[in-house]
């Protein structure tokens, strides 16, 4: 509709023009009549100066307010021309598209804050960066890890921490150790690829575990000290009050005869063989702490796994046979071999499957089953299963702390070595059990 007045304002002032000029040409060539002739002259100058000022008018105030949206100033405002309709209701119509597109601006702007509190609320350092290495996100927890103010480049890294970030694969989580001002970090790192307006960015985040894995070592070594400081006071305290009681009682006799009567003596033997006992039990428990304390590096060698099931199996057969008990393995066509420590590997699956045999003892058809299979980053899965007794989930949490056992017999040290060797081979190693239904426990290597 605006666009239709301005039209007809246009046509009106070129007919009235044109108009003129034909009127202008009659006054001069027809009647001679030049006096006339100026004057239509001259309302022709300034109609020519009318349309020349509209157009202008309308050109240079549309060029403004282009201008001003294209630098994102939109408090840009135009006054009212109540002397024009159409051109008082084409600025109206510009005042409310500025307004409209101040009111987009605000809300884009209060959401990018919004965003940008959110991730510098998040304890975990976020960096966003292209391939020229420029930084284009990065949040507080991410400048306070560095020591960063306004980071414009990864070049304003420590070039060995650099190299890491550059070097990191999307997916894949790397450890990094940083210390800053005396501070130590460690650092989980991971990092992501994404394309964005035909541009490849990587947003890496780093997350600074060293409370948490101090916490736990903390509670590790709370855990192991309980363990250490009962086992060594369940033979102390025997042997203390033993030595007591025998002391007293010689002395009582040489007080009384000047010398110990039989029945003293034999107390004494009695009582020192009780002592050589529990010191041996003592000396053995010490042993074991010792290599659990002392696994030597892994030997990785090229390892058969069916000869090393085959060798299991072999030692295990008089013990399987006297208690019934089946041991089947089945080896997946991905997983023939494995790269480890034959003798630390091979002392790993004695001890799982010892704890199973213990597991079916008074089960019927008890069985045993090791399998193999490739894991989704690449390693080889071996699982150990039985349809044991399975263990209360009260004590699964408990079953790798040193010295825990619930066996009568058992020395508590079984899991634990096995969870350090697999651990020296770069390894991890699970279990889950449901009780009266059976146990699996799994190793990747």
Not at 104 to 128: P, S, T
Not at 310 to 337: D, M, W
Not at 381 to 402: A, C, L, R, W, Y
Request: glycine share 4%; net charge positive; proline share 2%.
């Amino acid at each position: 509709m605006i666009f239709k007045r301005y039209q007809f304002g246009f046509l009106i002032r070129v007919i009235l023009l044109a108009l003129s000029f034909a009127l202008l040409m009659y006054l001069v060539v027809v009647e001679k009549q030049y006096l006339r002739g100026i004057y239509v002259f001259a309302a022709i100058i300034l109609l020519i100066w009318s349309i020349y000022s509209h157009i202008s008018k309308i050109s240079r105030d549309f060029f403004t307010f282009i201008t001003a949206l294209a630098n994102e100033e939109y408090s840009i405002q135009f006054a009212d021309d109540k002397s024009n309709k159409a051109l008082q209701r084409l600025y109206h119509l510009y005042n409310i598209t500025a307004k409209r597109f101040q009111k987009v601006k605000y809300e884009r702007d209060l959401q990018h804050l919004f965003l940008q509190e959110i991730i510098n609320q998040i304890e975990v350092g976020i960096l966003a960066f292209n391939s020229n290495l420029d930084v284009l996100l990065y949040n507080k927890t991410y400048c306070k890890l560095f020591g960063l103010t306004s980071p414009k480049s990864l070049n304003d890294l420590n070039p060995e921490i650099k190299k890491l970030i550059i070097d990191l694969e999307p997916g894949n989580k790397r450890m990094i150790y940083h210390s800053l001002n005396g501070e130590k970090f460690m650092l989980s790192t991971h990092s992501t690829t994404f394309v964005l307006k035909e541009r490849s960015l990587t947003l890496a985040y780093f997350h600074n575990i060293k409370s948490e894995l101090d916490e736990q070592e903390l509670e590790s070594w709370q855990k192991l000290f309980s363990v250490l400081t009962h086992e060594i006071m369940n033979s102390v305290t025997p042997i203390s009050s033993l030595t007591s009681s025998l002391n007293v009682r010689l002395k009582k006799d040489i007080a009384n005869t000047g010398n110990a009567e039989q029945k003293t003596l034999t107390l004494l033997s009695e009582g020192l063989d009780a002592v050589s006992t529990r010191s041996n039990g003592l000396l053995t428990f010490t042993d074991s702490f010792r290599k659990l304390s002392k696994i030597a590096k892994p030997n990785r060698v090229e390892i058969e796994l069916e000869k090393l099931f085959e060798r299991i199996k072999t030692l295990f057969s008089s013990t399987l046979q006297g208690s019934s008990i089946k041991l089947k393995y089945e080896i997946s066509a991905e997983t023939p071999l494995i790269y480890a420590d034959p003798q630390q590997i091979e002392q790993v699956l004695i001890n799982l499957v010892q704890n199973a045999i213990d597991s079916l003892e008074g089960v019927n058809n008890g069985e045993i089953s090791i399998s193999t299979t490739i894991s989704n980053g690449g390693k080889t899965t071996i699982s150990i299963s039985d349809n044991g007794i399975g263990i209360p989930s009260e004590t699964i949490d408990k079953v790798f702390i040193p010295f825990f056992t619930t066996k009568a017999k058992g020395s508590g040290i079984g899991l634990s070595l096995s969870r350090q060797i697999v651990k020296m081979h770069n390894g991890t190693i699970e279990i889950n059990s449901v009780k009266d239904t059976g146990t699996t426990v799994s190793i990747k290597i």
